[in-house]
C-alpha cells in the first residue's frame, strides 16, 4: 500500500506530465492550456462545492469533493512547478504550533 505522501507525489508527477500531452487528450493540458485563471476558477468551484458539501454534512460527498480540491491545488503547484513537498515542510513547520499565534506571526511578517 503507498503511503499518502507517495499518492500525492505521484498524482504531482502524472499532472506534471500531462502538461505535455494535448489539450485534446487531457483534462490537466486542457486547464494548462486555458492559462493560470482558469486553474484559479477550477480552484475556487470546487472550494464552493466542498463547502456546500460540509453545509450538506454528507461525508461521502465532502470526501468526494475535498479530493477534486486537492487535485485542482496540485495542479495549482504545477503550474509554478513547486513540489507537493513544500506543502508538507510548511505543515510540518506549523505542526505543534497554535494557529492564532502562527497567524499573528504570519501577519507580522508580510506588513
Partial sequence: MMSRQ?????????I???????SDESYVASLYAKGLDKVLSKIGEEATELALAGKGGETDQVVYEMADLWFHCLVLLGFYNLEPERVFLELERRLGTSGLKEKAERGEKHR
Avoid at 506534471?16 to 494535448?22: A, I, L, N, V
Wanted: proline fraction near 0%; glycine fraction near 0%; hydrophobic fraction near 30%.
Fill in 16 to 22: 506534471q506530465e500531462r502538461k505535455t500531452h494535448s
Fill in 6 to 14: 507517495e499518492i500525492m507525489a505521484d498524482l504531482y508527477r502524472l
